[in-house]
């Protein structure tokens, strides 16, 4: 059992590299150095030229940032790594939610400190040489150590309670750690724009002016709060623009990039406005928490099947069972189910964007939604061309071609 295992999880580890580097070089593949004739109208020639060097600077990055990681883990795991921390753990602590708790804390602290020089490479440099990065040294390193500190107290408690459901509980396992999941997503869906963005990022009404005014006859006649409509200062990180939608019932809310309010014209921030309102009015955060609950109770009842099994933590070089051994063992083996559902997630998303743009097109004009998705994708130097099965691995929006071919169907 414990070989079959030890080689499942190298035959995983290996071919999920492939698979994410052969998607990789696909894209490669529609590089061109010359503007492509499809995208004639939205790049110029030199915006073109600079996307593709965008395109390639990142591509390169994460090659070496991929591999890098996949060598990590790879080694990790074939040198008994795991089973040896959680060893040095167990010699120390006897409490066993402590043993998880610690250990992850350890292997979060790990991971931290092997990307963060990614992170700060992604950041002040290839963001920087585009012309994208706005953010401060200070504000990054801030950035960083409330991700954590927040990480840690989040992550700490829910780990905290699940591990205590793992230990007393049996089969019904799954049951009980769902329970605790679906509590903690509504309340983070309700509460997550009033604790959490609000640590990192200020949140204003929309000030006075033209654009209040034509956003407020839209929402009007639209149906949605002006009061539930906010402006986010992106701009004090990165020069990209960005809108989106979240929340439930009386605490939901659209976002709008304070750089987007910059970017687009009047009309086209009212489309994009009226993209956001058609997810509101499709219930797509509804549907969207209700599949991620289904996927998670999936996930959680096989867990419960088979993660008492002692190999699960004998593959990983420990003699002793524990919690948090087989979460890693199985979330490596689980790895082929949850590519699977990665797809179908993304292909609902795609669906809801499609959803959304019809909204907009339909209240709003399809035409002042088509020019803003242009103009937000010339600015943010979007990759106009992926390789087809990329996008459908990838992809949570459909491309801006196909986005754009949708709205000149409606008119
Ligand atoms: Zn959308």
Avoid: C
Wanted: charged share 15%; hydrophobic share 50%; net charge positive.
């Amino acid at each position: 059992m414990v070989v079959i295992l030890y080689y499942s999880i190298l035959l995983i580890l290996i071919a999920n590299f492939i698979i994410e580097r052969w998607l990789d070089y696909l894209n490669t593949t529609k590089w061109s150095s010359v503007l492509p004739e499809e995208l004639k109208g939205i790049y110029n020639e030199e915006k073109y030229l600079k996307s593709m060097d965008y395109e390639k600077a990142k591509h390169n990055f994460s090659i070496i940032s991929e591999s890098l990681g996949f060598l990590t883990i790879f080694t990790l795991f074939a040198s008994g790594s795991f089973g040896w921390l959680d060893g040095l753990i167990r010699s120390r602590v006897d409490n066993p939610i402590f043993v998880t708790l610690i250990f992850f804390a350890s292997m979060a602290l790990i991971t931290e400190f092997l990307s963060f020089p990614f992170k700060w490479y992604d950041t002040f440099v290839i963001e920087e040489k585009f012309g994208f990065n706005k953010t401060t040294k200070t504000l990054f390193l801030a950035d960083q150590f409330k991700g954590l500190v927040i990480g840690a107290i989040i992550g700490g408690v829910i780990l905290y309670l699940i591990t205590w459901i793992y230990l007393i509980t049996g089969a019904l396992f799954w049951l009980y750690a769902l329970g605790v999941i679906a509590i903690f997503s509504v309340f983070m869906l309700l509460f997550y724009s009033n604790i959490i963005v609000p640590l990192f990022n200020k949140q204003t009404p929309l000030p006075d002016g033209e654009l209040k005014e034509a956003i407020t006859a839209f929402s009007l006649k639209a149906g949605f709060l002006l009061d539930n409509i906010f402006v986010i200062d992106g701009s004090k990180r990165s020069t990209k623009a960005n809108a989106y939608f979240t929340g439930l019932g009386s605490k939901k809310r659209i976002v709008l990039y304070d750089t987007l309010i910059k970017e687009l014209t009047t009309s086209e921030i009212v489309a994009v406005l009226a993209h956001e309102i058609g997810h509101y009015k499709k219930r797509h955060v509804y549907s969207g928490l209700f599949f991620s609950l289904i996927t998670t109770a999936i996930m959680l009842y096989i867990f419960a099947l088979v993660s008492r099994n002692t190999a699960f933590a004998e593959v990983l070089g420990s003699k002793v069972p524990a919690f948090h051994l087989s979460i890693i063992s199985f979330g490596i083996l689980y790895t082929p189910l949850s590519l699977i559902f990665g797809l179908l997630l993304n292909f609902l998303s795609r669906r809801n964007e499609y959803q959304a743009d019809h909204f907009a097109a339909e209240k709003y004009g399809p035409e002042h939604l088509a020019s803003a998705l242009k103009n937000l994708s010339v600015s943010n130097l979007s990759n106009l061309t992926p390789h087809p099965i990329y996008v459908f691995f990838h992809y949570s929006h459909p491309t801006l071609l196909q986005r754009l071919k949708k709205l000149a169907e409606i008119k």
